[in-house]
């Protein structure tokens, strides 16, 4: 390889160690402190596999049951540690498994690699046994992928990945490394790499844009801060809450930034977008400052753009160039990470408090509260709800534990009931929106930070599209506290169905198994709730478990989240009913 | 906004699947690319992609700001039609029976300042560098004696402006002067 031979040749010179490519496959990962590996073997991988054997007690593999597993339980480590999430895939159907998972990880930042194996180089484009052209296939779905065809370009193309993988706006790579690769003989070295010519991770701050969006927000009235998975990625945190409590200015979050900021920070007015809160959507109109924080105005976040945010201005703070003016027109773009670019403004914005503007969104928040909240954690009807139990389980845990979801209306309570104190805390698929993401992701988090609690809020579909990495729970034992909340439904589409195609609840009706003989057929312990009255002591049942529990709870069969902005329809268009 | 033509000029490092990593972002917009040529740069090891479509201002410039993000991609500049010198090369297939049996053909060639690559016995190729509408206008007027071949390259096109952009960013790279806005 052209690009890898500079380099190369400067290893050359350093000390050496003679060793197979999947040696030094694994050499390389030691090197980037991975210490933790999710995968499927198979015939392709096989050599890297063989290595593995030998470093077992540096290097852990967790055996999943899918490679689609593999790659959400490597993203649920990812999102809790922020640590790079690694995963071994076989040629062929191994790699075309990861692919969900891979997509998922690149439209939500989340930084992996993926090693996949391949035929022997010869083989290339022969459709030889179980191969495909898996670079190609996962071009558009990965920040950067290559495909290694000698054992030498190991070490670089590992360096590179991970430096790829964990720099900048976070993403997937994918190495693709051939067998004739793992098998064949170099002689390694390893260096990290900090630099690549053709790209720039984090762009520097610029001084004039942050002095001009600092007058913007020191001019405004309304101002209101939309705070992304950025702050989180950026580790930006602090500095947030620094900024918002010198701008005094309420701050609402996307769907990944839940947790930058906690739950009862003052200033925390609620969740943006379909299912977030009443004020937060309706004050964006009002507002005549937007100050998007690390969020890229994703379209279940804007509704109609053409009707989003008509009285502001935007101020976008972003490490992704690609993303200034993409979907909303920003007066004053901020390029850099919000790491750096936070404390700069904070320095230049006059203090400030707000409080007539909060109180607005306070006020939106009691009638929300009143028509939606107080029903959905305080049923009165005989059916239990889906925010009634997430309410419970939060409070149960102190408002301190890991937040995994699956996709679809239990994904939505989830983000609207369940309370956060510290950062770090979610793991849900958000731009994709990927039903059987739960399970896996909830292993991956709980292998992630094993100290914390993880609980698991999935619905009945979703829990049966990677229910079998349950057998990867009874393997792992990660303690993992699947709540499944059980409506017998597709409910998220049911709910479309009913509000927008007329009852016709075509195909999304569930005829379900016994989840709990298939929980124990796997040795996980767990149990049924079909009454209120036994819902506490269940819930403090499992918590009290040691290891992982399943709570099934049946809860209304067509119950349905509000408010709702109906797609395309206008932030202002909330529906509260 | 209205649809005009817009000259994309991609630098990239050299390497394997680079234009599938480019033309993908074009796939997904849906847009189409009504020519792409590809060749080395002026400056060893990097690679130059010039790409014309038919779009908005603005949906260029997103264009243009997803192509700059994929990681093997140096740099990538947008121009409009005036501010580029572009040429196309067209090569057209005719019977030299026809070159022979009247001067039309010649008269022709001189016309649009094309030339005769090839005669044999049976056919005769011309050349024509220049315009789109040029090539164009040539191969309808030729047509006329049976072109049995014609093709038309993609454009290729250098810049007006005297500073070369791409040696400036290097250079800024180089000093880790990237503020990008
Ligand atoms: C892989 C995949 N297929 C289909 C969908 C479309 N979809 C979104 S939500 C949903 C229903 C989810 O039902 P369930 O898992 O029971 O959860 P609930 O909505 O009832 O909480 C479906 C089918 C999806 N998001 N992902």
Redesign the pocket.
């Known amino acids: 390889m052209e690009t890898l031979t500079k380099e190369t040749k400067q290893m050359e010179k350093r000390k050496t160690t003679r060793l197979s490519g999947s040696e030094a496959v694994i050499q390389s990962l030691l090197h980037e402190g991975v210490d933790l590996i999710f995968g499927y073997p198979g015939g392709a991988i096989m050599p890297i596999y063989d290595a593995l054997y030998d470093y077992h007690e540096q290097l852990h593999h967790v055996l999943v049951r899918h490679e689609q597993g593999a790659t959400h339980a490597a993203q649920g480590y990812a999102r809790v540690t922020s640590k790079v999430g690694v995963c071994f895939v076989t040629s062929g159907p191994g790699a075309t498994n990861a692919v969900t998972g891979i997509a998922d990880a690149m439209i939500d930042s989340t930084p992996l690699v993926v090693i996949s194996g391949q035929v022997t180089s010869p083989l290339l484009g022969t459709d030889a046994f179980q191969e495909t052209d898996v670079v190609s296939i996962t071009k558009p779905i990965t920040k950067w992928n290559y495909q290694v065809t000698h054992a030498e370009e190991i070490p670089e193309a590992i360096a590179k990945a991970f430096y790829i993988a964990r720099s900048g706006r976070p993403g997937p790579v994918v190495i693709d490394i051939t067998k004739d690769a793992q098998f064949g003989q170099l002689d390694f070295s390893y260096s990290p790499i900090k630099h690549i010519r053709s790209y720039t991770p984090v762009p520097k701050v610029n001084p004039d844009n942050i002095e001009e969006a600092a007058r913007l927000i020191n001019l405004s009235k309304k101002p209101m801060a939309l705070i992304g998975q950025g702050v989180i990625l950026g580790k930006a945190e602090k500095e947030l809450v620094a900024f918002l409590e010198k701008s005094g200015m309420p701050a609402a979050w996307t769907l990944l930034g839940l947790s930058a900021l906690p739950s009862d920070h003052p200033q925390n007015v609620g969740m943006l977008g379909m299912h977030g809160h009443y004020g937060p959507n309706v004050k964006t109109n009002e507002a005549d400052l937007i100050v998007a924080i690390g969020m890229r105005f994703d379209d279940r976040v804007t509704g109609d753009v053409n009707k989003y945010a008509l009285n502001a201005k935007v101020v976008h703070l972003e490490i992704d160039p690609a993303e200034i003016n993409k979907i909303i027109y920003a007066d004053v773009p901020v390029l850099g990470d919000v790491k750096e670019s936070l404390p700069l403004l904070t320095e230049k914005v006059t203090s400030n408090s707000h409080q007539e503007w909060l109180n607005e969104f306070n006020a939106c928040y009691k009638i929300e509260h009143q028509k939606i909240i107080n029903k959905e954690i305080n049923p009165i009807k005989e059916k239990m709800t889906?925010g009634e139990v997430i309410n419970k389980v939060s409070g149960v845990y102190n408002d301190d534990s890991i937040m995994v979801t699956?996709?679809?209306?239990?994904?939505m309570m989830a983000a609207r009931y369940f309370k956060f104190k510290q950062s770090r805390s979610v793991v849900t698929s958000g731009g994709l929106?990927?039903?059987?993401f739960g399970i896996p992701a909830a292993i991956g988090a709980a292998m992630g930070q094993p100290d914390r609690p993880v609980c698991l809020f999935?619905?009945?579909?979703?829990?049966q599209?990677t229910i079998q990495e349950l057998g990867t729970i009874s393997q792992t034992k990660a303690p993992v506290k699947m709540v499944l909340?059980n409506?017998s439904?597709?409910?998220?589409?049911r709910q479309w169905q009913e509000l927008f195609f007329d009852k016709r609840y075509a195909s999304t009706e569930?005829t379900n198994p016994d989840f709990q003989t298939i929980a124990k057929g796997y040795g996980i312990s767990g149990e049924k709730v079909t009454a209120r009255e036994n819902l506490d002591e269940a819930i403090e049942r499992m918590k009290q478990h040691q290891g992982a529990y399943l709570l099934e709870v049946a809860v209304e069969k067509e119950g349905n989240v509000f408010p709702m902005v109906q797609a395309g329809a206008s932030v202002s268009d909330i529906r509260l009913e | 906004m209205i649809n005009q033509e817009f000259t994309l000029s991609i630098y990239s490092e050299n390497h394997v699947g680079l234009l599938n990593q480019i033309t993908t972002i074009f796939i997904r917009r849906h847009i189409n690319i009504e020519s792409l040529t590809t060749s080395e740069s002026a400056i060893e090891g990097i690679h130059k992609f010039t790409i014309i479509v038919n779009t908005t201002r603005e949906q260029v410039e997103k264009l243009r700001q997803q192509i700059d993000k994929r990681v093997d991609v140096i740099k990538a500049f947008v121009f409009t039609n005036d501010e580029v010198i572009h040429q196309e090369i067209a090569l057209y297939k005719v019977p030299t029976e026809a070159l022979l049996n009247s001067n039309e053909i010649e008269r022709l060639v001189r016309e649009y300042g094309a030339r005769i690559l090839e005669i044999t016995s049976e056919y005769t190729v011309i050349e024509k560098t220049g315009h789109k509408f040029e090539t164009q206008e040539l191969f309808e007027k030729l047509d006329r004696f049976g072109v049995s071949q014609f093709v038309r390259s993609g454009r290729v096109a250098v810049t007006k402006l005297s500073k070369e952009l791409l040696t400036n960013y290097l250079k800024k790279l180089d000093k880790e002067e990237t503020i990008l806005d």
Do not use: I, K
Not at chain 1, 406 to 411: E, F, I, L, S
Not at chain 1, 458 to 463: C, P, R
Not at chain 1, 489 to 493: A, D, K, R, S
């Open positions: 889906m699956d996709v679809g209306q239990q994904q929106g990927t039903m059987g999935v619905g009945d579909g979703g829990f599209m909340l409506n439904f597709l409910g998220m589409v569930l």
